[in-house]
């Protein structure tokens, strides 16, 4: 489970993400709206511990990533907004090198590995450096080496950005298959039809308030997600 | 001209953060203060030295000697700087796509990263070139409003040259690199041919300045004909003549427009060729080598493969390790004639016995010119990212950063030691004691680098050549270090003659221990904080 208890994140004297709180359960897929410069970034590299913030908590099954920052990150993957990798590396080392990060046996990351390479098409394409890649083909890479680890917290910012339409079907396919299994996934997005038709779960956040968070019924009702959006932002 | 001039604002502003300066001017924790006490204290050092120079010419009448022996020192040492800066500080830029997808002249984008360059060896230069003036003003026979003429316009165009002829050579040499498929490897490989014959050349000078010191009566034509900026300094200082100073102006100029307009021709041909990635034959995963290794172990092996990945950073450490290495079968081949050398400046009794003590210094040398760390941490730029998220504590990613560059300058150390054990006659308690430095001063430089780079980071760097070479950290690493290289010199002159060469180098083994230790605890308690709050 993940708890956001009043988080607020100052850059400067201009607050990010102010005063944020709302819970995403297991077994959630929790989609995380907003336009741009909402806030949804700086909260998502918050809850990964890569920013630190200025008040409130983030809890991560009970512990907090201020005070056990390398336990809670045990429990979780993060696939940023742009593909960020090793460029230099070829693609089987950095997962290699990600899976040794996670303490993860030769056994299980070459199971992990070899199911996620077929999945997205990489099978003969991982001995490469992943600078001959192209965006989508990192993205796939970056999509490997965070499930590679099987991580009970999926944490993922614009995933779906630069992804072939066959890849992000799978992915929405591994996504359920997560959940289905207890394990949490949230995500930021901008693509609403799909967060509506995939997420259990969604928030919706402006200028860096939390303008409304639940379950995907009680947010849309009889509205298309889109709809309140809009009105939201209107 | 306006375009260049944004241009020129927009680079300027990632690059050298002088407008940042401006904003944290209200900031407590300002980060000017210490780039300037250091500076200030390097060009104190040299003004001090040059003080010392000036008094034994004096007599003679020989000052302007000096000053142009400075100005032809400086210009080979940008011309060796610039030969590994320029290939990776003109090409594969990240600005490319933006910069080249922009209505302006390709030639003007050349123009701005030359000028960028420029800029950078100007303060580079000033930093010798100021002490050195302000030293001349005390030991001058007469001086006149001239000489502060003078004085102004060669600081602004002494660098023209050296950065000309170091984008030349830069350009060559990735215009040979793209050529080949391991583009990485024949730049590394080009580069160190051409720097080592620079090193060459400037050390078989000895027959050029002994003709100098003959013709000191015609000094200035000498010199003007050994390096024309250099002699022309030298003749503006004793002879002014306004024609002259506006012919040199006039030939920088002149020689920086046609060089620009030569190398903007090929330029974009060889910056797209470097950007051909080659791709190696498929592999199927089956053959892939998937096992799990100790986080250590794995953190050590990403910096290695980023280090053996970036050709400046290669030829910017390595470049000190080779010279070691070539220095040690130096002396090891012509001992006699190093001792000759030696024996003109340190009586033999002392030379005899001290050996170790010269192998120390030596050692202190190639460790202090080889500060790897002081880069790392901007190197990781949007990926630092990556290495936030995972579960693994600040402690073992810094140190881990620590023990790669222990390995990288080492390993060629201690091969150098066993060549002079080998060679020379030295006590098993002196060998011990500079295996002992051969980690505790590299550990030292290391820590140091570390420490700047996580006081200075510069993640939003454009290309790998202004993190390695350009940045604040490198430059305040190096000047540490060879403030620390200075002090052990000057604590032996002091000692030498009072203590044998055993207890020196115990009294040395006891301060790197020590500041080794103030500098790891420094790293964990302090400088870790600053990494976890870093983000971009």
Redesign the interface.
Known sequence: MIEIKNVTKKYGSKKAVDNVSFDVNDGDIFAFIGHNGAGKTTLI?SI?????FDEGDILIDGMSIKDN??????L?A?V?D?P???E??KA??YI???????????ET??KN??KY?KLFDM???????I??YSHGMKQKVVLISALAHDPRILIMDEPFVGLDPKAVFDIKEVLNEMVKEGKIVFYSTHILDVAEKLCTRVAIIKNGKLVKAGSMKEIKGDKSLEKVFMELEG | MKKILSLLKACMTSDMNIFKIRQKKDNKNNNIILPLFLSFAFMFAIWSNANIIFEKLAPMHLQVLVISLVVFGTSIMVVVEGVYKTGSLLFNCKDDQLLLSLPIKRSTVLFVRIFKFYLFELIFNALFIIPLIVAYIRWADSLEWTFFLTSFVMILFLPVIPVILSCIIGVITSSISSRFKFKNFTQILVSFVIILAVFVFSMNMDSIFEKIAAHATSINDFIIKLYYPAGIYAKLVTDFNIVDLLVFILINIVLFIITLFILSKFYFKINSRLKNVSTSKSVRIDNLVIKSRPKTISLIKKELNTFFKTPVFIVNAGFSLVLFIIVVIGLCVKYNDAFDLLKSVMPVKILDSYLSIFIFVLISFAAFMTSITNSVISLEGKNINILKSLPINTKTILMSKVYAALLITTIPIIIGDIILFIRFRLSIIEMLLLLAFSILIPLVSHFIGLIMNLKYPKLDFENSSEVVKQSTSSFLSVLIGMLLLLGSVLLISKLIELVNPVTLLLIFLGAYLFIDIILYLYLIKVSAKKFDSLSI
């Open positions: 590299k990964v511990g890569i920013h630190d920052p390398v336990e809670c990150k045990k979780m993060f940023p742009n960020e990798t090793y230099h590396m089987i080392d290699n090198f990600i899976c040794d990060m996670y303490d993860i046996d030769t990351r070459e590995i070899k390479a099978e003969d394409k991982l001995g490469d450096t600078d001959s």
